[in-house]
């Protein structure tokens, strides 16, 4: 089973706009991770935000964390057709491992 | 540096065969995890070694199984495959004991026919 559940499970938007995607999860956490994949590829790390932090930005990435809610949403901003990929959230619950939404798949139109 | 390889990218077995994938991870990193990716259970969380040591162990038959060498590269087997099992098999590394960013290969795609 899954730790995470990610919200909406696909989203298209057109190429400018933004993107903002929702990860809740059920257990408490020591950090929650976003990562990007591009189709049949492996996943490549985009931001980690800390159980003690509320918000951060990286570029065009701005991850907020609500711990009394266990959720957390991913923002890009002035999407590109490049931001086309499917977006998971992970967590660590200190258990060594990192537990997986189910992703959101997210198509830039040009 | 290189980044995580895995081999083969691409395996196609029969059902009760038996399947060994390969992971070196980036210099380094003593930590190797392996996941799952179906497009019906999303990722799901296989095993995870660190300086040769199992630390945690996910939700599946004994069938899969995995190590880790000295090196730090590491194996996985799956024995008597079933349809099943067919996926795309990720593998990643991290240098630190704790997951604060993991570093994934491009992963082998299992087919069981």
């Known amino acids: 089973s899954q730790q995470g559940e990610e919200d909406p499970q696909a989203l298209s938007i057109q190429e400018g706009e933004n993107a903002t995607m929702n990860c809740s999860y059920k257990?408490?956490?020591?950090?929650l991770q976003w990562y990007r994949q591009n189709s049949g590829r492996g996943l490549v790390h985009l931001i980690l935000?800390?159980?003690?932090?509320r918000e951060k930005h990286s570029g065009r990435l701005r991850v907020t964390l609500d711990t009394s809610k266990k959720s957390s949403s991913l923002l890009i901003t002035a999407s590109r057709a490049a931001d086309t990929a499917s977006y998971f959230c992970?967590?660590?619950?200190?258990?060594?491992?990192?537990?997986f939404g189910a992703g959101t798949t997210v198509t830039v139109r040009a | 540096k290189a980044g995580v390889t895995q081999t083969p990218r691409y395996l196609i077995k029969t059902r009760g065969q038996q399947v060994t994938l390969s992971c070196s991870p980036i210099?380094?990193?003593?930590?190797v995890s392996w996941y799952q990716q179906t497009p019906g259970q999303g990722l799901q969380f296989l095993f995870e070694?660190?300086?040769?040591?199992?630390?945690n162990k996910g939700n599946f038959p004994g069938r899969f199984s995995g190590r880790q060498f000295s090196n730090s590269r590491s194996e996985m087997n799956v024995s008597t495959l079933e349809l099943g099992d067919s996926a795309l098999y990720l593998c990643?590394?991290?240098?630190?004991?704790?997951?604060?960013?993991?570093?994934f290969g491009s992963g082998t795609q299992l087919s069981v026919l």
């Open positions: 990643a590394s991290s240098y630190s004991t704790g997951f604060e960013k993991l570093f």
């Open positions: 257990t408490s956490i020591n950090n």
């Open positions: 935000i800390r159980s003690n932090e």
């Open positions: 992970a967590t660590d619950s200190n258990d060594y491992k990192l537990s």
């Open positions: 210099s380094g990193h003593r930590s």
């Open positions: 070694y660190f300086s040769e040591t199992q630390r």
